[in-house]
T-cell receptor, first 114, second 108 residues
Framework: IAGITQAPTSQILAAGRRMTLRCTQD?????MYWYRQDLGLGLRLIHY???????GKGEVPDGYSVSRANTDDFPLTLASAVPSQTSVYFC?????????????FGPGTRLTVL | GENVEQHPSTLSVQEGDSAVIKCTYS??????FPWYKQELGKRPQLIID?????GEKKDQRIAVTLNKTAKHFSLHITETQPEDSAVYFC???????FGQGTELSVKP
């Protein structure tokens, strides 16, 4: 693994189903993030994690949950998917939560909820 | 809540012309302002950033200016080329928020 990866690349999901998007980084970054990207709305923060064992809510957390059991992995779960969660999801990581730390983004997961 | 307003939402220029994208914010404590470029179907990538203790930073054909008093910062691209066509996002790093994006189209 080099950098930050996401899986799956794309997914079509029936409404009401549970789905977990995976994110893994090998840069030993402390902070990790989940954003969703919708046309005309830019990138909106869903959840973030400052360090392993801690998580926080972003701008649009409803319907999503996260966990941070270790430094490398930061999965995002949709407990019961709805069509409004159709979006492109980007995971990101950085050395620290704030400060002058560059955020590095994964390749994204395109999710369609029908 | 805190936000950042980015304008214009779309920008079309001729190759060789300059392009300017502006972001206005309200968070007085913000001190780091990155710009990201996202090509079609790809991930956002950092292209330039500026800290609050400087007013301007340049990197070849791109530059960023910051006016902390007026709370706005701008991305300047000179001598635009077709490969500059992409969506550009400004961000408030302290607040983990991004602007709405500007779709830049450079016509040959």
């Amino acid at each position: 693994i080099a950098g930050i990866t996401q899986a799956p690349t794309s997914q079509i999901l029936a409404a009401g189903r549970r789905m977990t998007l995976r994110c893994t980084q090998d840069m030993r970054h402390n902070a990790m993030y989940w954003y969703r990207q919708d046309l005309g709305l830019g990138l909106r923060l869903i959840h973030y994690s400052n360090t392993a064992g801690t998580t926080g809510k972003g701008e649009v957390p409803d319907g999503y949950s996260v966990s941070r059991a270790n430094t490398d992995d930061f999965p995002l779960t949709l407990a019961s998917a709805v069509p409004s969660q159709t979006s492109v999801y980007f995971c990101a990581s950085s050395f620290g939560l704030a400060g002058y730390n560059e955020q590095f983004f994964g390749p994204g997961t395109r999710l369609t909820v029908l | 809540g805190e936000n950042v307003e980015q304008h214009p939402s779309t920008l079309s220029v001729q190759e060789g012309d300059s392009a300017v994208i502006k972001c206005t914010y309200s968070d007085s404590a913000s001190n780091y302002f990155p710009w990201y470029k996202q090509e079609l179907g790809k991930r956002p990538q950092l292209i330039i950033d500026i800290r609050s203790n400087v007013g301007e930073k340049k990197d070849q054909r791109i530059a960023v200016t910051l006016n902390k008093t007026a709370k706005h910062f701008s991305l300047h691209i000179t001598e635009t080329q077709p490969e500059d066509s992409a969506v550009y996002f400004c961000a408030l790093r302290r607040k983990l928020i991004f602007g709405q994006g500007t779709e830049l189209s450079v016509k040959p």
